[in-house]
């Protein structure tokens, strides 16, 4: 019953689709028919707004001839010469398309008529089995009978005036029994034993023979309803009943009559629904014989054939889609890997699959199209081996593996300069296995064996990539050129302890650096990058390490010299990698567009690593050594990453990265020194002597950077600011000595205005002198500044004489700097005015 559902419910499906495909054509006839009305009315005839009696129809019509013929007539050239050879016959006019009417009410009765013969003798011969009314004898000779009386019936009816004109029935009639007689075989064959197999092969062939002279005769019609019967008569007989060879023996033969009939008659369709049944049938095999494994390798064999002579038979049907003459390959190679595991692994399994892909490639070489079937074969060749890798029983893998590595590596060189498909079929079958053994199962070589594999597969790579080094936008090139160095960083890796991975990925590093220069290919700038990137992934622990040192640091952590990792360690995984990229990055063309980011990443790996090596001379791990020290290291980073981005600014190279040193170095002056860590707040000691001691030197030291730099209006705002605060820390130093924590005393907040004062009478001079506006407006704001200052909180601290003297003597200094500053503005404004009279004399 489930094999009559799903015929039933495959018959109507494909009465629905013909049904809409006959609907599309009356809609594509109707719309033919109102451009014709819709010419009609241009031509200035009064359009049909009803059905019109016969006399007007007639009237109508004769009306449209007189005018297509006088429109000929104004287009027809003279006529020519007559031509004394003898012409061709006319072709026959093309038959009309049918109706909806004729389709539902003709065409679709006779089909359903066929189907149902069909079905009328096997469950004929079904019912004569459950009720024991017939012996097997019988049972096949009328079977048998059925079969050729339908097809006597077909060739009858051809003959007869009645149904001469209808061909549809003739070829119903010759589908059923072509059909029934696919499905006697089968049972006398394989149900009952009544035929020995060379006898069943016979006749089979007989069988075979006779339905592409009837789907000859009779057209695609009786080829289809062979089709059908012939896939669906081992199903309702039981598809096991004689075993799975029988069955599968049979299926081969049909099919490779169906391949020869759609050769010979050029039937795509015909192939195609051939191909897709054979795998109906071996899906379904699959999953019924779940419980019996043994009896898969027929279907694995089966499988291989199916996919192969599909393959072959669909182009030569005069199919042109490149996926559906792909399809067959892709399917097989995907059923023998569903497969694979029934059988267990094993050699079987394995040969069927080899000999599959030896098939695509020799394809591929007689036709491009099958190239990308022959690169499935081997993406899903390295699946399967990572599968049968990891089993316990792997004997027959590790042979596989090499055979597939030849299989797809030896013809992928050979052909590698005809097309970049047969270069990325070598390069995959180079190092795809490979690395997929290594991966999965490293025990079955030791070290060393495995790295002299790596590295000739290596050297195989390197080759293809020399011999596709002209080619600059060729992704094979970029491709070969990873290969290698993943194999090379592989192989190398086997001769060295695991601690020191680090060294291939670096001479990677340079090796591709060094090759992207000798090629000039733009894509491979860019790949340096990415040995790099696998270098910080394998130091993943000590980065995160120093992650969290740089985070603790600037929360405030006094003592990160413990977070930080083994100096050993970081040297081993990250000095040499970031050492390597970082000396690559003097070639502007290095990384391309990743330039920035993978650059920005290198230096910041690079900084910190030297952070990590300059931690180590003190090595502050205390809170008495930070105390004394802290401050002192503190300020020698701080100018180390001032100085560097100095020196590059200065010299103009690599801008961008003297910018972000200069800037870290200002940052840590102003969040450490001057904030978080102040010695003035957190007690660090500078040193005893006056001016010449950490704190001092270190402020006035970023002075001086800023000072000497080009000057922008804020790198002259920061270099003021540091000035003042190197003033401001000689004056707390000398109140305080080393340790400069406590409170503000009146000597020293006075020293405080003092030394303000002298600085902004400096800047004042200084503007004035040079002509250098921003000093002025400097030593204005800060004589301002001071000016407050002295009124609002030294005089408040002092009294009697002293109170009197200090206001005495400002009042002197801001007179004497006012009557000054007043000169020098008059001086400048006298000069400016003849310079402007002569220029407007001159403009005039």
């Known amino acids: 019953m489930n094999a009559l559902t799903l015929l039933i419910a495959l018959g109507a499906l494909a009465a629905v689709i013909s049904i809409l495909r006959r609907l599309r054509n009356v809609e594509q006839d109707l719309a033919r028919v109102e451009s014709r009305l819709a010419e009609i009315e241009s031509r200035g005839l009064a359009p049909i707004a009803a059905p019109e009696p016969a006399a007007a129809r007639a009237a109508l019509a004769a009306r449209i001839a007189e005018d297509d013929a006088r429109a000929l007539a104004s287009q027809t050239p003279p006529p020519p010469a007559p031509d004394p050879s003898p012409k061709p016959a006319p072709l026959p006019a093309a038959e009309p398309r049918p109706s909806l009417e004729s389709l539902i009410g003709g065409r679709l009765p006779i089909w359903i008529g066929g189907a149902a013969l069909v079905l009328a003798g096997f469950f004929l011969v079904r019912y004569s089995i459950e009720s024991g009314l017939l012996g097997p004898g019988t049972r096949t000779v009328l079977a048998a009978l059925f079969g050729l009386i339908l097809i006597a019936a077909s060739e009858a009816v051809r003959g007869f005036s009645a149904t001469r004109d209808d061909p549809r029935v003739a070829q119903a009639l010759a589908g059923a029994g072509i059909a029934s007689l696919y499905g006697t075989l089968y049972m006398a064959a394989a149900l009952y034993q009544l035929l020995s197999p060379l006898t069943a092969f016979v006749l089979v062939v007989v069988v075979t023979g006779g339905a592409m002279a009837l789907a000859l005769r009779h057209g695609p019609p009786t080829a289809a309803m062979a089709l059908v019967g012939g896939f669906v008569a081992p199903l309702l007989a039981g598809f096991d009943a004689a075993g799975i060879g029988p069955l599968l023996v049979y299926l081969a033969l049909f099919i490779a009559a169906l391949f020869g009939l759609a050769i010979r008659r050029g039937w795509g369709w015909l192939a195609l629904a051939a191909a897709v049944a054979g795998f109906g049938w071996i899906n379904f095999l699959i999953a019924a014989l779940v419980d019996r494994p043994e009896e898969l390798s027929a279907v694995g064999a089966f499988t291989m054939l199916l996919a192969a002579c599909a393959s072959v038979a669909l182009p030569a049907t005069g199919t042109r889609n490149p996926w559906l003459r792909l399809a067959p390959l892709v399917a097989g190679f995907i059923q023998l890997v569903a497969l694979a595991p029934s059988l267990e692994f094993g050699a079987l399994a394995w040969s069927f699959y080899l000999v599959l892909a030896a098939a695509a490639i020799f394809l591929s070489w007689r036709e491009p199209l099958y190239l990308p079937g022959a690169l499935a074969a081997l993406g899903f060749l390295l699946v399967l081996e990572a599968l049968a890798l990891v089993q316990p029983e792997r004997s027959a893998t590790p042979v596989a593996a090499i055979v597939a590595t030849l299989l797809f590596a030896l013809p992928g060189h050979y052909l590698a300069t005809r097309d970049a498909r047969w270069a990325g079929l070598a390069l995959g079958g180079t190092a795809g296995p490979l690395l997929i053994a290594h991966a999965a199962a490293p025990s079955l070589l030791a070290a060393p064996a495995w790295g002299v594999l790596e590295l000739l597969a290596a050297a195989a790579c390197a080759s293809l990539a020399w011999r596709r080094r002209t080619a600059a936008n060729d992704p094979v090139l970029a491709l070969a050129s990873l290969t290698t160095a993943l194999l090379g960083v592989l192989g190398l890796a086997q001769f060295l302890p695991d601690a020191w991975l680090s060294l291939p990925l670096a001479l990677a590093i ?244 003092a030394v303000l004062l002298g600085t902004a009478l400096f800047w004042l001079w200084r503007g004035i002198t040079t002509g250098a506006r921003d000093l002025r407006i400097a030593g204005l704001a800060l004589l301002t500044a001071v000016t407050f200052k002295v009124f609002l909180v030294d005089a408040a601290a002092l009294d009697g004489v002293l109170r009197i003297l200090s206001f005495l003597a400002l009042g002197i200094a801001l007179i004497g700097i006012g009557w000054a500053y007043n000169r020098f503005l008059g001086t400048h404004t006298k000069t400016a005015a003849p310079e402007s009279d002569t220029a407007v004399s001159q403009s005039a």
Not at 708 to 716: E, F, G, K, V, W
Not at 724 to 744: D, E, F, I, K, W
């Open 510 to 753: 340079l090796g591709l650096a060094a090759w992207a220069r000798k090629a000039e290919a733009p894509s491979l700038f860019k790949l340096p990058a990415l040995p790099f990137v696998a270098a910080l992934i394998a130091a993943g622990l000590p980065l995160l390490a120093l992650t969290e040192l740089v985070a603790a640091s600037v929360m405030g952590d006094r003592l990160p010299y413990l977070r930080l990792p083994q100096a050993d360690l970081l040297l081993r995984t990250l000095a040499l990698p970031t050492a390597a990229l970082v000396g690559s990055l003097l070639d502007p063309r290095m990384l391309g567009k990743a330039r920035r980011p993978v650059g920005s990443i290198a230096i910041v790996v690079a900084v910190l690593l030297l952070y990590a090596l300059a931690k180590q001379p003190l090595a502050i791990a205390t809170l008495e050594q930070f105390t004394a020290a802290g401050f002192l290291e503190r300020a020698l980073l701080t100018q180390a990453c001032l100085a560097a981005g100095w020196l590059l600014l200065r010299k103009n190279q690599f801008p961008s990265l003297g910018g972000v040193l200069l800037t870290l170095g200002l940052a840590r002056f102003v969040w450490f020194d001057l904030l978080l860590l102040s010695p003035v707040f957190v007690p660090q000691q500078v040193g005893g002597i006056p001016l010449l001691n950490a704190a001092v030197l270190h402020a006035a030291a970023v002075a001086a950077w800023l000072w000497t730099l080009a000057p922008t209006r804020p790198i002259r705002i920061g270099a003021a600011l540091a000035t003042l605060v190197a003033l401001l820390a000689a004056v707390r130093q000398v109140a305080h000595g080393s340790l400069m924590t406590g409170p503000v005393s009146t000597a020293e907040n006075g020293g405080y205005s």
